[in-house]
Antibody, heavy 119, light 107 residues
Framework: EVQLVESGGGLVQPGGSLRLSCAASGFSFSNFWMSWVRQAPGKGLEWVANIQQGGGEKYYVDSVKGRFTITRDNAKNSLYLEMDGLKAEDTAVYYC????????????WGQGTLVTVSS | DIQMTQSPSSVSASVGDRVTITCRATENIRSWLAWYQQKPGKVPKLLIYAASSLQSGVPSRFSGSGSGTEFTLSISGLQPEDSASYYCQQAKGFPITFGQGTRLEIK
């Protein structure tokens, strides 16, 4: 069974940092692009970042460029999102998602981890 | 950036009805479009990809159509469990963008 399990969310002050992790199982992690998608409370879905299978190619939404870094460790079947310079508008549930091969659709999602940026 | 606009923002329908949700893109995305269902408190689920292909395990009462800039998600024979928010997403290029969502209420 394909599983994605996020961790690392919590309460952080504005300007602070947080590292999210996503543990993957049930599929060949190294064969798939991976993604982070977020959802602010009561709001819609917002794509955050994608990373290529080998980690060499990455894409970000403009609002997080220069502050967030997506990485992966294929040996550990894990995806990460390093978040620096956090702002109140970054408050959201962050989902780890698998990208369908050859496309940019999200065919499997984790349960999400809540990040709250507040003083 | 490609903007995705869904209509209506919310819709109410009865069990057995047919509902259609529209998604419009600000530029030609060919068939690079997906639809997701998100039930309250749950994780989004891929329903339709490539505008009209049904994801494995999704009931056949869900269907998608369209290409270019206008797309539709149709749900026929509505069931109580179809109560959810529905989102379109373009996959033509980065940044990937979603529609604002359509909330479907079953009367």
């Amino acid at each position: 069974e394909v599983q994605l399990v996020e961790s690392g969310g919590g309460l952080v002050q504005p300007g602070g940092s947080l590292r999210l992790s996503c543990a993957a199982s049930g599929f060949s992690f190294s064969n798939f692009w991976m993604s982070w998608v977020r959802q602010a409370p009561g709001k819609g879905l917002e794509w955050v970042a994608n990373i290529q299978q080998g980690g060499g190619e990455k894409y970000y939404v403009d609002s997080v460029k220069g502050r967030f870094t997506i990485t992966r460790d294929n040996a550990k079947n894990s995806l990460y999102l390093e978040m620096d310079g956090l702002k109140a508008e970054d408050t959201a549930v962050y989902y780890c998602a698998r990208v369908t091969i050859g496309t940019d659709y999200f065919d499997c999602w984790g349960q999400g981890t809540l990040v709250t940026v507040s003083s | 950036d490609i903007q995705m606009t869904q209509s209506p923002s919310s819709v109410s329908a009865s069990v057995g009805d047919r509902v259609t949700i529209t998604c419009r893109a600000t530029e030609n995305i060919r068939s690079w479009l997906a639809w997701y269902q998100q039930k309250p408190g749950k994780v989004p689920k891929l329903l339709i990809y490539a505008a009209s292909s049904l994801q494995s395990g999704v009931p056949s009462r869900f269907s998608g159509s369209g290409s270019g800039t206008e797309f539709t998600l149709s749900i026929s024979g509505l069931q109580p469990e179809d109560s959810a928010s529905y989102y379109c997403q373009q996959a033509k290029g980065f940044p990937i963008t979603f529609g604002q969502g359509t909330r479907l209420e079953i009367k």
